[in-house]
């Protein structure tokens, strides 16, 4: 089971999951919740604490991945687990991917607060 939350910050929402992500109820959990953020210009999927994704978790990722650049979203992985790197590397699929560190994630944060700070 996955547990996944979502977190809105003005133009950015970040999507957190913890678990696993094998089964049909995870997989379209997880895509009901970033198709949510829809309004967001960037969706940050945080994937470091993924245990375990399947080859539905992974279709899914490459779906919402096709879903948000169609969207004029930038989707972008931080900081995936092992498991996640592994899966989307033997799927070939880890290219289309925009993958941060935790840092580069803080600087992506850091603009969006400065952003509203200033518009205040």
Do not use: T
């Amino acid at each position: 089971m996955v547990a996944i939350r979502a977190e809105n910050l003005g133009d950015m929402a970040v999507v957190e999951c913890k678990g696993r992500i094998i089964k049909s109820d995870s997989v379209f959990k997880l895509r009901d919740f970033v198709q949510a953020q829809a309004p967001a210009r960037i969706i940050a999927l945080d994937l470091s604490e993924v245990k375990a994704i399947g080859g539905g978790g992974l279709g899914m990722l490459a779906f919402l991945e096709r879903w948000a650049r169609q969207s004029n979203i930038r989707l972008k992985l931080v900081r995936p687990s092992k498991p996640v790197v592994e899966g989307l590397a033997q799927n070939r699929s880890i290219q289309n991917f925009e993958i941060e560190s935790f840092h580069e994630m803080i600087d992506v944060l850091a603009r969006c607060d400065s952003q509203y700070s200033a518009a205040a």
